[in-house]
């Protein structure tokens, strides 16, 4: 990535032809990757090659559990899943005008919702979509983090509150507290996409009590989307 912002004026879309090619599963993205994605994907406008290019490489990085030794695990690291997340509801949140008609960005860069067509918008959302869908933001889907079996007679006679401190994720991340989550927050009363991530990668998703006490009228407020059917039912499964 490093070489292509070097010539990426020179290369265009050849760069697009050439990221076509290449072993995407098998890359793991560093830190300087991932800035220079956000840098593309925020700070230029989606009609240009350096915003064409991060959205093509987020979608094409393996987010999937591998198997190394006969060990499931992630093929990329928890914190970039994590951060993908929040950084394309960011992204999201700068191009489409969610149907309400609210928005929470400056002014500056209202030039980007206005300069959309609502068929472009509508690519980029669904766009957004498939990214996060693809991250394995809740417990329940990485490997590693699954709650260990229990014998069915065990399990029958576990209580319920002993249940509820079985299924929580002591390392979900606090919605409200965790500096990496800011923007989520923000964005719940505006944006369907940050409601999923909220209850897919944060506590409220991950702790029965929060749940019941927050994540309710969070999942309610997701069902409303009229192309929310999967997700709900992620949250659900999970």
Known sequence: LQRVQQSIEAVSQHAMVLFNTLPMEQWVP?????????DWLL?????????????????????????????????????????VAVLVVEALSQWAIFADGKTVMAPSQFNFQQSLSSQQQAHLTTWAWRVILGLRLHADERPSELAPETPNDAASEMRASDLC?????????????????????????????????????CDIGHSPESFLDSGMSMLAELCQGHDCARSTIRILAN
């Open 30 to 38: 560093i830190e300087a990757d991932i800035q220079l994605l956000q």
């Open 43 to 83: 700070g230029y406008h989606p009609d240009t090659t350096q915003c064409q290019l991060a959205r093509r490489t987020l979608a094409q990085i393996n987010w999937r559990v591998v198997s190394v030794d006969d060990t499931e695990r992630l093929a990329v690291p928890l914190s970039l899943h994590r951060r």
């Open 165 to 201: 401190r079985w299924v929580a994720s002591p390392d979900a991340p606090a919605l409200k507290g965790d500096p990496d989550f800011v923007i989520i927050q923000r964005l719940l009363s505006v944006s369907r996409l940050a409601v999923y991530v909220a209850l897919s990668a």
